[in-house]
């Protein structure tokens, strides 16, 4: 299987780069490159045979607006045979009732939905409603930096085990 591609929306310091870096240092140097989509083509995404996908929710559950201008680049490209993971960030305290509902719009205008892997489960979280639960998981990884920064690091290494699997890497 070919090399994956992460595709992130968010600034070079943002907390969404750092954590598409952290799942990519758990896949092992050489296994992952790396596209903001502020700047990623077509062709970047139809390269890969798997994708992880991630964005952070902006203001009240909004995707990044990175990927407010990239959504219809991935929704046109030929991914019906590719693998896909997401991640979010979002901040449950502050934001409970729209807590990692960027992932949760990413999901929606996914042409292939079943070409999603990494499904996550919703216990240790504590928020109202989300657009990114679906049948009692998440869609993809849900992340807190603001308010459960201590167990990112942990999410991660567990996430990227299942998608090893999940990938078929293993």
Known sequence: ???????????????????????????????????????????????????????????????????????????????????????????QVEYPESFVDGMGTVFCRLPFKENVVGYWPTKGYSYYFSTAEKDGKFVGLALDEDSQPE???ERISKWVSQLREEFQLN
């Open 151 to 153: 167990l990112t690091e």
């Open 1 to 91: 299987m070919g090399k994956i591609g992460i595709f992130y929306g968010g600034s070079p310091k943002g907390s969404t780069h750092k954590a598409a870096q952290y799942i990519g240092k758990n896949f092992g140097k050489g296994q992952v490159e790396y596209h903001n989509v502020s700047s990623a083509t077509r062709e970047d995404l139809e390269k890969y045979d798997c994708l992880i996908l991630g964005t952070s929710a902006w203001g009240i559950g909004e995707m990044h607006q990175d990927w407010e201008r990239f959504i219809d680049v991935l929704v046109e490209a030929k991914i019906e045979d590719k693998k896909i993971a997401i991640f979010g960030l979002g901040d």
